[in-house]
């Protein structure tokens, strides 16, 4: 019963309930969405579906109550009931998360803000944790550091402290510790002079004309904080004189001087001018411009790594971005402030990027292509903040594809007469006019001597296979009305391909096992199960695993989605493996995995299977149905309905 009703559950709030029974206490939206990772909206609509159907938690042994100014609580009746539960779908990794993020955050704090060696006793006592713990904790710090070029050096029998230049203990504070409730009180600022960091950042943007989102300018009243604690502790930065001169050559220098000239009335400020350049590159990386205001001035460089990432998207998904040069240019003035978050060090949060890469992952994985395609040409790294805001930019040009689409040619095969034929023309004129440029029509004799190559699509009202690679639409009944999905979605979605996931749904293509081990083990059975019945390149697999490099492929509600970097397959292969047991997929539990090789000579293929797995995998009444009766019948079912 434990493990058939589980199912009904997403993986965001199995991970809600399992922080919930470590707190014993209440905690805020805010709290939860700082542990998790995702925004607050997030976390609220997950306990607002969950909630409404408190009866199934009850059968795991559970409640969760809510109180407002406090939060959410969770109520545990059936302590026999809810240990089953945990056991077989708390994760590990979620399990100690919130303690785990906390000891970190101040074991960071505390090594951060000092430049003398301290035992990891001496560390222990001071967030009253056993050595063992600390010990444990700074394996994941070291990490932490590492990924901002610092080092924690261990003397012997004297203790670590951290090593690394100025600028980067300073961004790894700001950007890993600054969220913590902690991070005021640890630096012993006030309200008010936060309130007052702020006023003076607003005042100087105003005068200058400068625009920067809310989430960005606090992250530089944080950045601004702790630059002055650092000052004040006798903490200096320098930099490079050649590095110095071109960053002093911008807007942003006389914006940063014109902050810090007024900052100094009220704060000790020492080396001035390295304190401007530091700021100045705050502001470089958090930089909004306004294409009314703004003249777009593009670098060869940065355009012509756009045009790149172009030709891949369009060589990946047969999709051309270079219809909207809208788009382009957003993309243009995102990359130059990316690139100097990149160049220095910068973490941005998206606080949407949950979202982004569950809703929207055809964007997310052209934003992939960009991280690559950059990789490859600066040698930065992209974490999935950085492309998660790239994707937004692609999902905003697919939706403008659709406004900007070259008319169609159409051929209507009517076997009903002329009049039935000038009817459905009017029809389609009336309806989809705007994307419509010429329409032709014959019967279904006169095909063989028709050139179906200048046509777009095809229109039948005979229900007899064309041999045609182009799109097919077969009609009914068009006297009434002409509603019909397929030709929606051909003029108004872009999607000019009569795409069926059902046509590649096939039964000996699904698999089940016990559990497995990892990724690697996963992808290796459902690639040997497929061999057995069709042949498969040998690069098949080094391509699918070095897409889940890039970033991550489970998606949610138990699932994975896998697939390759780059299409090798002839033909598309889809095959599905179901796991009596989750098995852990990077930060997730996954039981459900997708696997998709999409044909080379169908490149569509893969944003089309992202959009349906999407809309099924997302709906988590719908797919709660699969989780219930995992097997072949019941998914073709629900892609049925798609």
């Known amino acids: 019963m434990v493990v058939k009703e589980m199912m009904d559950f997403s993986q965001r709030f199995i991970d809600i309930v399992q922080i919930l029974s470590k707190k014993h206490s209440y905690m805020t939206l805010q709290e939860l969405s700082d542990v998790l990772q995702v925004s607050p909206k997030t976390v609220s609509r997950t306990m607002k579906l969950y909630m409404k159907e408190t009866s199934k938690c009850k059968e795991q042994g559970f409640s969760i109550v809510s109180k407002q100014g406090y939060g959410f609580q969770i ?26 993020v906390l000891r970190e955050k101040q074991l960071l704090q505390i090594l951060l803000m000092q430049n003398k060696y301290i035992t990891i006793q001496e560390l222990a006592d001071k967030v009253y944790i056993s050595e063992s713990t600390a010990a444990t904790a700074l394996k994941n710090v070291r990490h932490i550091l590492q990924r901002y070029g610092l080092e924690l050096k261990n003397k012997p029998s004297v203790g670590i402290k951290i090593a690394g230049n100025e600028m980067s203990i300073r961004l790894c504070y700001a950007n890993y510790v600054m969220n913590s409730k902690e991070f005021t009180n640890h630096l012993h600022y006030t309200h008010e002079d936060i309130q007052f960091v702020e006023n003076i950042i607003l005042e100087v943007l105003l005068k200058w004309q400068v625009q920067i989102a809310d989430l960005g300018r606090e992250h530089l009243v944080s950045h601004i904080l702790v630059s002055l604690y650092r000052m004040k502790e006798g903490f200096l930065i320098t930099f490079d004189k050649a590095e110095k001169e071109g960053i002093m050559q911008t807007k942003e220098y006389h914006i940063a001087e014109d902050i810090l000239r007024l900052l100094k009335k009220r704060y000790k400020i020492i080396d001035f001018e390295e304190e401007i350049i530091y700021i100045t590159i705050q502001l470089l990386g958090k930089r909004t411009l306004s294409l009314g205001k703004d003249e777009l001035i593009l670098s060869d460089d940065i355009e012509q790594i756009l045009l790149k990432i172009f030709d891949q998207i369009k060589i990946r998904f047969a999709v051309d971005l270079n219809a909207d040069d809208t788009v382009f240019n957003y993309l243009a003035l995102h ?24 809703q929207h992952p055809t964007s997310f994985e052209m934003g992939l292509i960009a991280k690559q395609i950059i990789m490859d040409n600066y040698q930065y790294v992209l974490d999935d903040n950085e492309v998660s805001y790239l994707a937004m930019y692609f999902s905003l040009a697919l939706d403008q594809l659709k406004y900007l689409k070259k008319p169609k040619n159409i051929l209507i095969v009517c076997g009903l007469g002329v009049c039935s034929s000038r009817i459905l023309i009017y029809k389609l004129r009336q309806q989809y006019g705007q994307y419509i440029n010429d329409i032709v029509t014959c019967q279904f004799h006169e095909l063989k001597h028709i050139s179906l190559r200048s046509f777009d699509c095809i229109i039948s009202t005979i229900n007899q296979p064309i041999g045609t690679t182009k799109p ?5 009944n068009f006297l009434d009305d002409l509603k019909d999905k397929e030709l929606e979605n051909f003029f108004l979605d872009n999607q000019g391909t009569t795409f069926k996931i059902n046509d590649y749904l096939k039964e000996e293509y699904f698999y089940f096992v016990d559990t497995m081990e990892n990724e690697e083990e996963a992808i290796d059975y459902i690639l040997s199960q497929i061999k057995r019945v069709t042949e498969i390149p040998n690069e098949l697999k080094q391509n699918i695993m070095e897409r889940e490099k890039l970033s991550s492929t489970a998606f949610g509600n138990y699932c994975a989605l896998p697939h390759p970097i780059k299409m090798c397959t002839s033909e598309t292969l889809f095959a599905v493996l179901i796991l009596n047991k989750p098995m852990q997929w990077s930060a997730k539990k996954v039981r459900y995995i997708f696997l998709l090789s999409p044909s080379k000579y169908q490149p569509e293929d893969l944003r089309n299977f992202n959009d349906h797995l999407a809309k099924v995998i997302l709906d ?23």
């Not at 109520?75 to 785990?100: G, H, N, P, R, T």
């Not at 097919?472 to 009914?476: L, Q, T």
């Open 75 to 100: 109520i545990i009746k059936d302590k026999q009931k809810f240990k089953i539960f945990a056991s077989l779908y708390f994760s590990e990794i979620a399990e100690v998360k919130e303690e785990k």
């Open 620 to 642: 988590t009444k719908s797919f709660s149905k699969f989780s219930r009766n995992p097997n072949f019948e019941t998914l073709r079912s629900l892609f049925m309905t798609i």
């Open 335 to 358: 990359f130059e402030p990316m690139l100097t978050r990149l160049k220095y060090g910068i973490k941005s949060n998206n606080p949407l990027m949950e979202e982004v890469k569950n």
């Open 472 to 476: 097919v639409i077969y009609i009914d």
